[in-house]
């Protein structure tokens, strides 16, 4: 069946980076976008970027520029998300997300991950 | 960007009843060239991610009970629970997709009275 697998739950201080994974199955991996998405806790939800698996061309959210990188391996069908000059706003749960339709990027987003915990503590 | 706002922020409705939930846009999500409205809802339940119930504005997904229902053009929309179910518990959030820059509308609570 088709499914996004996220990694586990990690736990950063200050200033350090993070990267998730997000393995993609039951589907061509190529042909569908894939989005990132941030919760902070008991927050709503808010669009980080998306990525072309094909190209590998991606579109940030403006207040992530220069911190946010979204890189994918098409040889294990996994997209990743990377994040640095973690802070403490940037505790929150992350998501990647299937664009609906094969070859769009403007559409919904109908396969979710399951959500990967980022903690920023000292 | 495009601002979505939702309202109400929450609202209790008895079993049964229905359950209205409105979303407007800041600017006009209805691309004239294919005249679809670029817009979703979303359902979220507590520790579970999103799930995707209805897309351009109207179409609901598959498997999404018919009790869902959305409606709307341009900057206003309605997503309307016809009889609240327990199961309809959730928050839901429209988004917009016309922009590549995608935004999420706040959330509406959704619970029992």
């Known amino acids: 069946q088709v499914q996004l697998v996220q990694s586990g739950a990690e736990v950063k201080k200050p200033g350090a980076s993070v990267k998730i994974s997000c393995k993609a199955s039951?589907?061509?991996?190529?042909?569908?976008?894939m989005h990132w998405v941030q919760q902070a806790p008991g927050q709503g939800l808010e669009w980080m970027g998306i990525?072309?698996?094909?190209?590998?061309?991606?579109i940030y959210a403006q207040k992530l520029q220069g911190r946010l990188s979204m890189t994918r391996d098409t040889s294990t069908s996994t997209v990743y998300m990377e994040l640095s000059s973690l802070r403490s706003e940037d505790t929150a749960v992350y998501y990647c997300?299937?664009?609906?339709?094969?070859?769009?990027?403007?559409?919904?987003?109908?396969?979710w991950g399951q959500g990967t915990l980022v903690t920023v503590s000292s | 960007d495009i601002v979505m706002t939702q309202s109400p922020d929450s609202l209790a409705v008895s079993l049964g009843e229905r359950a209205t939930i409105n979303c407007k846009s800041s600017?006009?999500?209805?691309?004239?060239?294919?005249?679809?409205?670029?817009l979703a809802w979303y359902q979220q339940k507590p520790g579970q991610p999103p799930k995707l119930l209805i897309y351009?504005?109207?179409t609901r997904e598959s498997g999404v009970p018919d009790r869902f229902s959305a409606s709307g053009s341009g900057t206003d929309f309605t997503l309307t629970i016809s009889s609240l179910q327990a199961d309809d518990v959730a928050v839901y959030y429209c988004?917009?997709?016309?922009?590549?820059?995608?935004?999420f509308g706040p959330g509406t609570k959704v619970d029992i009275k």
């Open positions: 997300a299937r664009g609906r339709r094969e070859g769009y990027n403007q559409d919904a987003l109908d396969i």
């Open positions: 039951g589907y061509n991996f190529t042909s569908h976008y």
């Open positions: 990525i072309n698996p094909s190209r590998g061309s991606t």
């Open positions: 600017q006009s999500v209805l691309y004239s060239s294919n005249n679809k409205n670029y």
């Open positions: 351009w504005a109207s």
């Open positions: 988004q917009q997709y016309y922009s590549t820059l995608f935004t």
